[in-house]
């Protein structure tokens, strides 16, 4: 999937973003010297986890083929990894993989699924059990979520990478080029600790992105009752670049960010019966619906063991 134009408005979003990226990051250090504030050296730091989160939506959308018709040019767009963790190549590789709507929420065939298969219960221990049913709920999802989701990834990929993967040690060689990159911007132009962008960037950074994720998807019989629409505030939509209108995504993955409103407004009866209302009036009503309550079970409610 590739646009058949320039989308100067998503080229417009890049130019601020790493703008917006390369002012604050610059001011760590003159705001620690200079203010003296701790609140305002973490809310610099907050700043920038919102920015580096709003990175990856635009990297979302060089996935799908925007904003040129040519994809080298996109993906050089999103080379320099501002949140570190995960390699664009395998991103996109995965997510294209995720877009097979029929597999959706599939343990095995849905590389973004949260769940386990059933023929697994007896063998998770209780502790990775308790932690599982806590990263099912909203609060559990932002404090653990992260760490969760970075371990599983990089303990598969390393498979992965031992077994000789196709594309999988070229995807991580360029990854690492682009980390080393923003790496020698934060630690020699700039002077900020590694360890402190990773504590107060990237991980809130990541936790900003299941905000997005936590409610998009569950488990459901019908193909169309699997993905959700959440009618988010404007920062929102915003920061995921509408793809908390998720069900209209699924149906128009090549419809660029900023059509999607439009369309869902066009068709949104359509678009709720297919989904079966699976609807969210914004994400407060699902952090007061999911903050301490599993949103599903740990385990597949539908799908059995895999012959």
């Known amino acids: 999937m590739r646009t058949r134009k320039v989308e100067w408005k998503t080229l417009g979003l890049f130019v601020a973003c790493y703008f917006l990226w390369g002012v604050t990051t610059w001011n760590f250090v003159a705001v620690s010297a200079t203010w003296g504030s701790a609140a305002a050296y973490v809310m610099l730091f907050a700043v920038t986890a919102v920015v580096t989160a ?25 080379f320099p990894s501002l949140i570190f963790v995960y390699p664009y190549r395998r991103y996109r590789q995965l997510h294209l993989k995720h877009h097979n709507n029929s597999n959706l929420t599939d343990p095995y065939e849905d590389p973004e699924s949260y769940f386990w298969p059933q023929c697994e219960q007896n063998s998770v221990s209780p502790v990775k059990l308790f932690l599982l049913e806590k990263n099912n709920t909203f609060v559990g999802r932002m404090l653990l979520g992260p760490a969760l989701g970075v371990w599983g990834f990089y303990r598969t990929e390393f498979h992965r990478l031992v077994a000789g993967e196709k594309g999988v040690r070229k995807a991580w060689s360029l990854h690492l080029i682009g ?15 590694f360890w402190l962008y990773a504590l107060l960037v990237i991980y809130p950074g990541v936790a900003w992105i299941l905000v997005r994720s936590f409610a998009e998807h569950q488990a459901s019989e019908t193909i169309g009752g699997r993905t959700a629409i959440v009618e988010a505030h404007p920062f929102f939509q915003l920061l ?45 009503s699902i952090v007061r619906k999911f903050a301490f309550r599993q949103k599903q079970s740990v385990f597949h409610p539908i799908l059995h063991r895999k012959l």
């Open 179 to 193: 980390c080393l990159v923003v790496y020698l911007w934060l630690s020699y132009v700039v002077g900020i600790a």
């Open 240 to 284: 995921f670049l509408n793809n908390n209108l998720h069900m209209v995504h699924h149906t128009h993955p090549d419809v660029a960010w900023y059509d999607l409103p439009a369309l869902y407004s066009a068709n949104k009866h359509r678009f709720l019966t297919a989904n079966e209302g699976y609807r969210f009036n914004g994400y407060g």
């Open 54 to 78: 709003f990175h990856t939506s635009l990297q979302h959308e060089v996935v799908h083929g925007h904003p040129t018709p040519w994809p080298l040019v996109n993906e050089a767009l999103v």
